[in-house]
């Protein structure tokens, strides 16, 4: 592979380091969160510039490196604005994930991060993602190999457990502490809950008091209060934030959705798909951007017919047309 950093510009300045993991400053507590679809190079300068202090990549399959699906190329590739950039990869076997990371390192990312959370079947149900819950011991040892061979420093996401009879959350978190993680980040949800439920906040407070390196508070953070309550209840260094970022990257501001005008949400839009375009050329871009539209109109209600129209739309100047009346 080869490719990964871009040229482009920096994000915005921000002074003192808020914590650091491993030997990486973090300026900044709001963190977008590595989400398959969504956190790819054009939102996560987006957000970057926004606030988010760290871009996590959307997860990577450590057998699609291996055995060189082109899609990898794209998913890895960063702005030099975008530091720290830290790779996240997916997979249950131990050797095929340190292959796979020390490949990577010559990419030059700033860390290494092992998805230890992600619910969907085809990830879990394979022993990855959340299924590694149900091995701490293979955790341990991934760690082990990892932290050993690589000069950069290994995160993890966890949940809480598999389900509500094995919330082991905090054997995990020790282990990784124990075997060299540099930080770790918790979805206070178990792998059975999905995105169903609440949030425990409770047990993100557990680990952080259990464990002496970072962590970074996930699950239900909607709002600029939301922020506040989580640092409140958890004492976390920083909030990592998915779901509520996607139609709404001015959360890393500090704004609220609802504060935010038909103006600014217009001018991020344009901004936003002028990077898709650049990024995945003309023929994808505006295909791949309908969804992230969607997300951003969606507080204008607006009627289904127009809603359709503007998810179908595919030329530029009918898709604008399009915005232009969703916004009024």
Known sequence: MTGVPQDGSP????????????????????????????SDQPYRSICRELGSAVSYTEFVNALDILQGHPYVHEKLKYLPGERPVIFQLFDSDPDRL???????????????????????RNVSGRGAGAGLLKTPHKIALIFQKLVSAL????????????????????????????????????????????YGGQADWEAIAAVRQAVSIPV??????????????????????A???????IGNPWIFSRLDRQDAPPELVRATMERHLERMLAFYGSAH??????????????????????????LTADRLEDFWALVERSLK
């Open 151 to 194: 000069s950069l420093p290994v995160t993890a996401k966890i949940r809480l457990g598999w389900d509500e009879k094995s919330r082991n959350y905090l054997q995990v978190a020790r282990l990784l502490e124990e075997n060299g993680a540099a930080a770790l980040a918790v979805h206070g949800r178990t792998k059975a809950q999905g």
């Open 216 to 237: 970074i508070a996930n699950g239900d953070v909607r709002t600029t209060a939301d922020i506040a309550r989580i640092k409140a209840q958890t004492g976390c260094a």
């Open 239 to 245: 909030v990592m934030i998915g779901r509520a970022a």
């Open 285 to 310: 871009g505006l295909v791949w951007f309908r969804k992230h539209a969607e997300r951003y109109l969606r507080p204008y209600a607006l009627p289904v017919a127009l809603r359709q129209q503007l």
């Open 98 to 120: 340190l292959e796979v990371a020390l490949r990577l390192q010559e990419l030059e990312p700033d860390g290494i991060d092992i998805n230890l959370g992600c619910s969907a």
């Open 11 to 38: 994000g915005a300045p921000q002074s003192g380091p808020a914590f650091q993991i491993g030997r990486i400053q973090v300026h900044g507590d709001l963190i977008l969160a590595p989400m398959d679809g969504y």
